[in-house]
């Protein structure tokens, strides 16, 4: 008589391929510990290669580099942004810098991004345009190795933090952010980084209340936390936010509001009576004190040059150099409120998840392609199928949001982050219809659409509850849009770095009317 067979675990506990992979690699600790190095390095180096590859190119200043570049050696070399005069964009590409004035310039974004531009003129020369865009690149970089700590923070995932951090890196429009010397991308890294440090806080500070409150008895207060010192380092990265352009006053002011509504749920959940009083008048008053100032500081100090210096626009306005720079504030303001002209790229924020107008920020003259007709364009589309999808999931989150609020079923605390991100990076934009604003402010958006798209694909794969069938199909369909995305990045990436490539070839990159 045969032996019986043996007896097989039910379809739910059984694991798939990818499942059995990853828990050999990740539950070994030597090779735990070799892939939480290696994931984030790979990751870094991917993006490092994609951002400074022929960063030279091209060798011209392109869209408002003819503004920032030429700022950025200004402040290098006057402490404050002086007057080109005519010509100094020709004669800027050749090193030739003679045509700067020490009269000053009226200039409509604070100091810092273009600061941080100047530190690759300040080593290679202003003549080299890869040292336009050199630090530019490094940040951008550095952006994607963050939003990896921020999904691993959020997910506790080494391959969801991979994956997001993946698709950061090979999307067009963060490519093409860290390739041109603008400010937006440094903006992208800036409000990252406060998110980053808020979250820290969190770890570190909701335990504590918790802990405070530890036994069943009911608390009419719960305990003040002074000492939270990542709330301090969120202020400095948002003040650094707000001292590339100002719109990190948005992010800074949503953070200070998620403070507030995570330090109530927490007290709600330690028993505290009163604890939207609590977390608002009494915990959220130190927050403020902990996070508002060190921004003020830091965009203030970022205004350094402007103050120690007597050259600089409208400083002489007042004896008072912080009352004058208040008075500069009055004339910006007014210039940014009322900036309604024209421009052929002009997209209102109410386009951008549509994605219908992407800005063409270089289009070069370069016949030597081969054929008759050739074209090197630099665009900002971003990949579409991480746009697209990043906006479905976004979507997907604030209905699994709103759902929960309806039926009192609270969805997990970490989808709000790329909700709050958005919120911050996109809405506030919608109120002003008539501004003449552009598709590419969105890249500070491209962290949080990743991060939103990588929750619902960790969905989508489905969890090790599930039954079998149901994983089975979600990480192939998983698979199936990675790799998909992966060959559409290859496939735009000659027109996100300004490649010469024959006419038809870039007119099929063109997948709307309106993205000619």
């Known amino acids: 008589m045969s032996a019986p067979a043996p007896l097989l675990p039910p379809p739910e506990e059984r694991l798939t391929l990818w499942g059995r992979l990853r828990d050999r690699l990740l539950l070994d600790p030597e090779w735990h510990r070799v892939i939480r190095w290696l994931a984030p ?13 022929n960063l030279a190119t091209p060798q011209t200043l392109a869209f408002d580099e003819t503004y920032y570049v030429k700022d950025a050696w200004s402040l290098w070399t006057l402490g404050y942004e002086g007057t080109w005069g005519d010509g100094a964009n020709e004669a800027f590409v050749t090193g030739d810098t003679s045509s700067l004035t020490g009269t000053g310039s009226f200039v409509v974004h604070p100091p810092l991004g273009k600061w941080i ?17 050199l630090m530019v690149a490094l940040v951008g970089t550095a952006t994607v190795l963050l939003v990896y700590f921020v999904a691993k ?17 090979i999307d067009g429009l963060s490519i093409v952010m860290s390739r041109i010397g603008l400010l937006d991308g440094i903006l992208t890294f800036f409000v990252l980084l406060g998110f980053f440090f808020i979250l820290l806080d969190r770890r570190r500070s909701i335990p504590l209340v918790e802990y405070a409150q530890g036994d069943e008895r009911e608390y009419l207060w719960g305990p ?3 000492r939270r010192p990542w709330v301090i380092a969120a202020g400095v990265a948002l003040g650094a936010a707000t001292a ?15 403070l507030v509504v995570t330090d109530a749920l927490a007290r709600r959940r330690a028993g505290v009576a009163y604890w939207p009083m609590d977390a608002a008048a009494r915990q959220g008053a130190v927050s403020f004190l902990l996070l508002v100032p060190a921004a003020v500081v830091t965009y203030v100090v970022s205004w350094t040059g402007w103050l120690v210096t007597a ?9 008072n150099p912080l009352l004058a720079l208040w008075k500069y504030h009055e004339s910006i303001y007014g210039f940014h409120i009322g ?24 289009v070069g003259d370069d016949q030597s392609c081969g054929t008759d007709h050739c074209m090197s364009v630099i665009s900002t589309v971003p990949n579409p199928l991480i746009w697209y999808a990043g906006v479905a999931a976004a979507i997907y989150l604030l209905y699994r949001f709103v759902r929960g609020l309806i039926e009192r079923r609270p969805m997990p605390w970490v989808y709000g982050i790329p909700l709050v991100g958005l919120a911050v990076t996109y809405v506030p934009w919608l109120l002003y219809p008539e501004r003449t604003i552009f598709q590419f402010y969105t890249v ?29 199909a979600g990480e192939r369909t998983v698979m199936v849009f990675l790799v998909t995305v992966v060959v559409v990045s290859a496939f735009f990436y000659p027109v996100w770095t300004g490649m010469n490539v024959p006419y038809e070839f870039w007119l099929i990159h063109n997948w709307m009317p309106t993205w000619v």
């Open 153 to 169: 923070e959020l997910t506790r995932s080494i391959v969801a933090a991979f994956v997001a951090g993946l698709l950061l890196a």
């Open 41 to 53: 390095l790979v990751i870094t180096a991917l993006a490092a290669v994609l951002r400074l590859a």
């Open 444 to 472: 500070v958006m491209m962290p949080f659409l990743v991060l939103a798209l990588v929750f619902t694909l960790r969905e989508l794969a489905g969890r090790r509850e599930d039954p079998l069938y149901r994983r089975q």
């Open 311 to 319: 050259g600089g626009y409208d400083r002489g306005s007042d004896g």
């Open 117 to 133: 531009i100047a530190l690759g003129m300040g080593l290679f020369g202003p003549g080299n345009s890869a040292a336009w865009r």
């Open 339 to 362: 900036l309604t002209s024209g421009h052929p790229y002009a997209s209102p924020a109410w386009e951008w998840p549509l994605l219908i107008r992407p800005t063409a920020v270089w």
């Open 224 to 226: 003040i936390i002074w």
């Open 244 to 258: 590339v352009k100002w719109s990190g006053l948005y992010a800074l002011a949503g953070l200070g509001i998620y």
